[in-house]
Nanobody, 132 residues
Framework: QVQLIESGGGLVQAGGSLRLSCTASGRSFESFGSNGLGWFRQASGKEREFVAAIGGTWSGGVTKYADFVKGRFTISRDNAKNTVYLQMNSLKPEDTAVYYC????????????????????WGQGTQVTVSS
């Protein structure tokens, strides 16, 4: 069974930091290093939006970020642990949302990394709340 389990969400004051983790399990992730991995978020009453993504080893680990997180968030991966991270610094109240990790399996390209419809598997989400 394929699973993506997020953790690390919580309540933090504006200007603070959080690190989200997402660990993948299941036979589909036997070649985890080749998978594209992304973080998306959905605030209450809003559509889900792209946050950050990282490509597989074939891409040299290319990273992509939404403009609103550039310079504040960093995505990384540990293929030995089947885990992707999102380090979030200088958090703002508008970063409050449920954060989801997602995985791209095979046959994707760098363009797909920021496209939610391209992703094959999704986690259940973790709540991030930033107080002012």
């Amino acid at each position: 069974q394929v699973q993506l389990i997020e953790s690390g969400g919580g309540l933090v004051q504006a200007g603070g930091s959080l690190r989200l983790s997402c660990t993948a399990s299941g036979r589909s992730f036997e070649s985890f290093g080749s998978n594209g991995l992304g973080w998306f978020r959905q605030a209450s009453g809003k559509e889900r939006e792209f946050v950050a993504a990282i490509g597989g080893t074939w891409s040299g680990g290319v990273t992509k970020y939404a403009d609103f997180v550039k310079g504040r968030f960093t995505i990384s991966r540990d293929n030995a642990k089947n885990t992707v991270y999102l380090q979030m610094n200088s958090l703002k109240p508008e970063d409050t949302a449920v954060y989801y990790c997602a995985a791209l399996m095979t046959g994707y390209n760098a363009y797909d990394l920021s496209r939610s419809y391209a992703y094959d598997y999704w986690g259940q989400g973790t709540q991030v709340t930033v107080s002012s």
